[in-house]
């Protein structure tokens, strides 16, 4: 196949969703349809499940939760697919957020009891601010929740979309008969006994084909649901959802495998081939002859015997292969891409090639930063991977004042995976640096790993600052010229940035500097 035809068939997409909203059932359920999983229960090494490959989902184990991400892929009716995971723990990181920017397009998931909860908004807002499609699946059909119309409501309601249903439920609940499917004027059939569904042709939602198997109630009420959508909905634009204007909905049971496939053809069909991607000097196309791509998460000590690290980069355009030599743009120099993965589930495997479109772990000793660009040819600078303004933070105390160089090392590394900040006091140094998070479980992450990679007892002293501000000047250069009795602090990269306790200290620094923009990223674009 050529490197056209093998870019052109990649599908590049994160599902989002709120804890429990059922995204580990849906992702085990879509690969093993993929073919990618023979039985349930592989992906996440739950506690009494399938044991998990590495040391490091030791925590995730006892914990129940997923907090690295990674990413799977598989074949699909002729198409490659690469599926992101996004941890889901409500206190997640940034390293969450960031994992989108490496898709496509999205897939909301969404229990149907629920509806749309505070962690799903979150995510949305930064799939919205890239206008990236996205389709909703909502989850749970076999249990008693909202009707589709609320649901639709709720969606369009608190995140500002339009919905098109092209599946509609027969039932809900324990009532639950089956889907149809409004694009090709079929219904499924379910049974809760049965692996597969009986697929019926019908002349439309009226079709005695169906009020011969439902109560009646039940009939009467699908049909004045679907009349009441058929009044308001028009026809599915394409465009619409490229553009993020519109999700097409479905509904389905990820325990019961119900909808599951019907949403995978729905998404072959729609989901965007590999996008182009903005850069410092416009945007570069999956299909230009160059191979690039940028760093969106680095994870360390998978296996904690070879102190390895993962560079998980996004291809953004060409083929890459590996051995090959490419320009590290940060470092201004060459480096050879020797050691390549893919994951399938948790097994990994060595890549020897991979195209636009495709994420790929390298293996790396240190060269790497989260939003690191390369490529084999032209100098590519990729732009908008976002840094978020820390909420909460920190010092990290140890015990054993002799260990000072292994916490140096330890929170280094973490520093560099992204997962954490790093601010100090220019005048001192990088002693007793001041570290920040996102989400408060990253600090649990950080004292769990220094003991178990590190060999640490550390603690944690909380400080009250609440918000990090990187001023710069009317020209868009970092400053520190800045009238404020502020301290002014440097970030891991040395540039300068503001602490601050409350929203109240921002509002006097932006009257006394008018002139500055405090942006809540250090990345200058
Ligand atoms: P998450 O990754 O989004 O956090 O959710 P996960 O898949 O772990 O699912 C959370 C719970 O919801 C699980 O129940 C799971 O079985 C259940 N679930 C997922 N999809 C469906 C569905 O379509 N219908 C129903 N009824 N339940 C669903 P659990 O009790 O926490 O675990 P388990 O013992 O069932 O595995």
């Not at 995978?264 to 416009?282: E, I, M, V």
């Not at 051995?323 to 060459?334: A, D, S, T």
Request: proline content about 4%; charged content about 30%.
């Amino acid at each position: 196949m050529s490197v056209e035809s093998e870019i052109l068939r990649r599908r590049t997409f994160a599902i989002i969703s709120h804890p429990d909203a059922g995204k580990t059932t849906i992702t085990e359920k879509i690969l093993y349809l993929g073919g990618v999983i023979k039985e349930a229960g592989e992906v996440k090494g739950k506690v009494g499940t399938k044991a998990a490959t590495s040391d490091w989902m030791k925590m995730e184990q006892e914990r129940g939760i997923s907090i690295t991400s990674s990413s799977m892929n598989f074949d699909y009716q002729g198409l490659r697919i690469n599926l992101l995971d996004t941890p889901g723990h409500k206190d997640f990181g940034e390293d969450t957020y960031r994992t989108l920017i490496a898709a496509d397009c999205a897939a909301m998931l969404i229990d149907a009891a629920k509806g749309v909860e505070t962690q799903t908004r979150k995510l949305y807002e930064v799939c919205r601010l890239r206008k990236m499609p996205i389709f909703t699946f909502c989850n749970k059909v076999d249990r008693e929740g909202k009707t589709g119309l609320e649901l639709i409501d709720d969606v369009e309601n608190t995140l500002q979309m339009k919905c098109y249903p092209v599946t509609w439920p027969i039932g809900m609940g324990g009532r639950f008969k089956g889907l149809y499917h409004r694009l090709q004027n079929k219904v499924y059939f379910f049974d809760r006994d049965r692996d597969a569904p009986e697929i019926v042709d019908v002349s439309g939602p009226m079709d005695s084909k169906i009020s011969m198997r439902v109560d009646e109630d039940i009939f009467l009420q699908f049909n004045e649901e679907l009349e009441l959508l058929e009044g308001v909905i028009g026809d599915f634009s394409q465009e619409e959802f490229l553009s993020g204007n519109v999700s097409p909905m479905t509904f389905g049971s990820a325990k019961y495998v119900w909808g599951i496939d019907i949403f995978l053809d729905l998404f072959c069909q729609h989901a965007p081939k590999p996008q182009a991607r903005a850069t410092r000097d416009g945007s570069v196309d999956p299909l230009y002859k160059d191979f690039t791509g940028f760093v969106f998460k680095i994870q360390a000590n998978m296996d904690k015997k070879h102190r390895d690290r993962v560079a998980f980069l996004r291809i953004c355009s060409g083929k890459f292969e590996r051995g090959m030599k490419v320009k590290h743009m940060r470092l201004g120099r060459e480096i050879r891409l020797s050691y390549a993965n893919q994951l399938t589930a948790q097994e990994r495997e060595t890549v020897d090639t991979a195209y636009a479109g495709d994420i790929v772990g390298i293996t790396d000793t240190g060269n790497f930063q989260i939003g690191d660009s390369i490529s084999d040819g032209k100098d590519v600078h990729f732009t908008g991977i976002p840094r978020f303004s820390p909420e909460h933070f920190g010092r990290v105390v140890i015990k054993e004042a002799l260990k000072k160089k292994q916490l140096e090392k330890g929170i280094k590394q973490l520093v560099d995976e992204g997962s954490i900040q790093l601010f100090y006091d220019p005048a001192v140094g990088w002693q007793d640096p001041i570290l920040g998070v996102v989400g408060l479980l990253q600090f649990e992450v950080l004292l769990y790993r220094l003991k178990d990679e590190y060999g640490l007892d550390a603690r944690l002293d909380r400080m009250n600052y609440a918000l990090a501000r990187w001023p710069f000047d009317s020209n868009g250069k970092p400053t520190r010229t800045i009238k404020t009795s502020q301290r002014i602090w440097n970030d891991a990269h040395d540039n300068p940035v503001l602490l601050l306790e409350q929203e109240w200290d921002l509002k006097w620094l932006t009257k006394d500097n008018p002139d500055i923009d405090f942006k809540m990223n250090s990345s200058a674009d």
